[in-house]
């Protein structure tokens, strides 16, 4: 028991026990798989992220994405404005506490350009039903490559703990045909 002191002082010279063993060479095996497997999926997995970043501040990003609302928008929900860019344009959003700002509308078959970005706090932008998730660091702006292949609503809500209003955070991207 690890709540006692072990009987012999020198308790590191006493054979292991086998079934401990056989634990930690699996788990040892299976932290060598998991290893590798980071390699792997970069190549066979279906989820991978762009690495296309960049340094900006809070202020700056915020100041963009009011212009691309201003230049977009088309109507306003709750007071949030409903931005429909052109297709192929790039597009943005900004995660600040607590709500995901604005509401897009997109076009299915065409490729965005989506921008991210935090104005405060760590944010997990997470993309549902669809399950794409990324993590929204304030200074960064990520890039990510989006073609909806399915009209509908999207929501977006907030996987990573910001606070009191963290539940919340929500968002929303509309796809039409
Ligand atoms: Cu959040």
């Not at 997995?45 to 762009?50: A, F, R, V």
């Not at 960049?54 to 404005?81: C, L, M, N, S, W």
């Amino acid at each position: 028991m690890a709540v006692t002191p072990p009987e012999q002082r020198i308790w590191w010279n006493e054979p292991i026990h086998k079934t401990e063993l056989g634990w930690i060479v699996i788990a040892f095996l299976w932290g060598l798989f998991m290893f590798f497997f980071m390699i792997a999926w970069h190549f066979i997995g279906e989820q991978n992220l762009s690495t296309e970043t960049y340094r900006i501040t809070p202020q700056k990003y915020e100041a963009k994405v009011e212009a691309f609302a201003e230049q977009f928008k088309v109507a306003e929900e709750d007071g949030v404005p409903v931005v429909r860019p052109p297709a192929g344009e790039d597009v943005f959003i900004l995660g600040r506490l607590w709500e995901w700002w604005p509401i897009l509308e997109l076009k299915k078959d065409q490729s965005y350009r989506l921008h991210l970005s935090s104005l405060d706090w760590q944010h997990g932008f997470s993309l549902q039903p669809t399950n794409i998730n990324i993590q929204v660091h304030p200074g960064y702006e990520h890039v990510i490559t989006l073609t909806p292949t399915e009209a509908g609503e999207f929501g977006i809500i907030c996987n990573e703990y910001c606070g009191i209003g963290h539940h919340q955070m929500t968002g929303r991207i509309r796809v039409t045909e």
